[in-house]
């Protein structure tokens, strides 16, 4: 006579009445009251419980590598998704082996190559700011079959520190402290910024084409 049998509530996989824990995602299948009504208050025997579980299992227990890896594998999935949230910026990287189960916690996000970062910019350049006169650098556009280049003539910009890029809705705004000058240009342009760094000529900055 077949054993009946219902979907899981949590994976919906189908199991058998007879099942205490789900066999694919490991949930816990007993209904209290139903324990209650058929083994009174003092609930059913912990061993009989152990030993439904490994049946489940194919015989193998929890030191097998049969069905209950799946049932730990969950287990440890819902552990680390827990920590990811508690952490906040850590990514948790979760890879089922044949022989167990592997976490790897931190995994790094790859860098995008090339792109600089966005200067913050200090008190003291302020500082030089608000006492150097202001001029807009000359340019002069290189474009090639994957990028666009914008060379702002400005020699005497010492560090990529003292740059500053701004996206604007008509493209973006190039503030740059010289040693005598403080230079800002307006560049129409809507493509993505790649980079910029310093050359013998002055600034050069990189859109890449979409």
Same mark, same amino acid.
């Given at each position: 006579?077949?054993?009946?049998?219902?979907?899981?509530?949590?994976?919906?996989?189908?199991?058998?009445?007879?099942?205490?824990?789900? *066999?694919?995602?490991?949930?816990?299948?007993?209904?209290?009251?139903?324990?209650?009504?058929?083994? =009174? !208050?003092l609930?059913?025997?912990?061993?009989?419980?152990?030993?439904?579980?490994?049946?489940?299992?194919?015989?193998?227990?929890? =030191?097998?590598?049969?069905?209950?890896?799946?049932?730990?594998?969950?287990?440890?999935?819902?552990?680390?998704?827990?920590?990811?949230?508690?952490?906040?910026?850590?990514? !948790?990287?979760? @890879?089922?082996? *044949?022989?167990?189960?592997?976490i790897?916690?931190?995994?790094?996000?790859?860098?995008?190559?090339?792109?600089?970062?966005?200067?913050?910019?200090?008190?003291?350049?302020?500082?030089?700011?608000? @006492?150097? *006169?202001?001029?807009?650098?000359?340019?002069?556009?290189?474009?090639?079959?994957?990028? $666009?280049?914008?060379?702002?003539?400005a020699?005497?910009?010492?560090? $990529?520190?003292d740059?500053? $890029?701004?996206?604007?809705?008509?493209?973006?705004?190039?503030?740059?402290?010289?040693?005598?000058?403080?230079?800002?240009?307006?560049? *129409?342009?809507?493509?993505?910024?790649?980079?910029?760094?310093?050359?013998? @000529?002055?600034?050069?900055?990189?859109?890449?084409l979409?």
């Open positions: 006579m077949f054993n009946k049998g219902y979907n899981c509530p949590d994976c919906e996989l189908k199991v058998k009445d007879s099942f205490d824990f789900c *066999p694919y995602c490991g949930l816990d299948l007993v209904d209290p009251e139903k324990d209650l009504e058929e083994f =009174g !208050a609930g059913r025997n912990d061993s009989s419980r152990r030993s439904n579980l490994e049946n489940q299992g194919g015989g193998l227990g929890l =030191g097998g590598f049969g069905i209950t890896d799946k049932m730990i594998g969950s287990l440890i999935k819902n552990l680390a998704k827990s920590f990811e949230k508690q952490m906040g910026n850590i990514d !948790a990287e979760v @890879k089922n082996l *044949p022989n167990g189960v592997s790897q916690f931190g995994v790094p996000e790859k860098p995008s190559p090339g792109k600089s970062k966005k200067n913050q910019i200090t008190s003291e350049q302020i500082k030089r700011m608000s @006492k150097l *006169p202001r001029e807009e650098a000359k340019t002069e556009v290189k474009r090639f079959s994957d990028r $666009v280049v914008y060379q702002l003539i020699k005497d910009i010492a560090s $990529v520190e740059v500053f $890029v701004s996206k604007l809705e008509t493209g973006y705004e190039i503030k740059a402290i010289g040693k005598k000058k403080v230079y800002v240009n307006s560049l *129409p342009v809507s493509l993505p910024l790649k980079s910029y760094s310093l050359d013998s @000529k002055g600034l050069s900055v990189e859109f890449g979409q």
